[in-house]
T-cell receptor, first 112, second 116 residues
Framework: EDQVTQSPEALRLQEGESSSLNCSYTVSGLRGLFWYRQDPGKGPEFLFTLYSAGEEKEKERLKATLTKKESFLHITAPKPEDSATYLCAVQAISRPGNMLTFGGGTRLMVKP | GAVVSQHPSRVICKSGTSVKIECRSLDFQATTMFWYRQFPKKSLMLMATSNEGSKATYEQGVEKDKFLINHASLTLSTLTVTSAHPEDSSFYIC????????????FGPGTRLTVL
């Protein structure tokens, strides 16, 4: 069974204090690993897709990396507007269609 | 591109009534649409997968007769919560695939259902 575990559940940072969010996964054949940002009361917003170990992608203050067991979302010098819940999800080759299995999310709060 | 809309964004209804939520892909044809449910401060739980013109595939524990899904066209799927009860109150989110990046899911803004 595919499993995705995110840690920590919640993270408080001061503005400018860099950190990393972790997503550990167990999947029978990874098709892709996805990172989303979700603001309260809204749907998830796509950030990155990673397909193979060693791959990295960047967007503004965010950088996502992937190994065979986990992915990290690095946040460099975060700002208050980066406060949101960050969701990680995997797509398994064995699952039909493009089904995603989500982790529990990390609630990030950045204080000014 | 790859925009998904949902309607309504919020709905309040009385217990026992039925509520229909629409999910539309605005600028691409969605071969597959997904329906999720999200409880406060929890992650997304997949309820069902629907392909245009065929019956939806429901996840274990999701009542088919309670949550009716229709995927009538490549741009529209509907979720009907039948005989709603307060425990059905939740945030319902749809997503769709089939755009340029065929394996990516693009999410709608969600619908907040409150059953009194």
């Amino acid at each position: 069974e595919d499993q995705v575990t995110q840690s920590p559940e919640a993270l408080r940072l001061q503005e400018g204090e860099s950190s990393s969010l972790n997503c550990s996964y167990t999947v029978s054949g990874l098709r892709g690993l996805f990172w989303y940002r979700q603001d309260p009361g809204k749907g998830p917003e796509f950030l990155f897709t990673l397909y193979s170990a060693g791959e990295e992608k960047e967007k503004e203050r965010l950088k996502a990396t992937l190994t065979k067991k986990e992915s990290f979302l690095h946040i460099t010098a975060p700002k208050p507007e980066d406060s949101a819940t960050y969701l990680c999800a995997v797509q398994a080759i064995s699952r039909p269609g493009n089904m995603l299995t989500f982790g529990g999310g990390t609630r990030l709060m950045v204080k000014p | 591109g790859a925009v998904v809309s949902q309607h309504p964004s919020r709905v309040i209804c009385k217990s026992g009534t039925s509520v229909k939520i629409e999910c539309r892909s605005l600028d691409f044809q969605a071969t597959t649409m997904f329906w999720y449910r999200q409880f406060p401060k929890k992650s997304l739980m997949l309820m069902a997968t629907s392909n245009e013109g065929s019956k939806a595939t429901y996840e274990q524990g999701v009542e088919k007769d309670k949550f009716l899904i229709n995927h009538a066209s490549l741009t529209l799927s509907t979720l009907t919560v039948t005989s709603a009860h307060p425990e059905d109150s939740s945030f319902y989110i749809c997503s769709a695939t089939g755009g340029r990046e065929n394996n990516e899911q693009f999410f709608g803004p969600g619908t907040r259902l409150t059953v009194l």
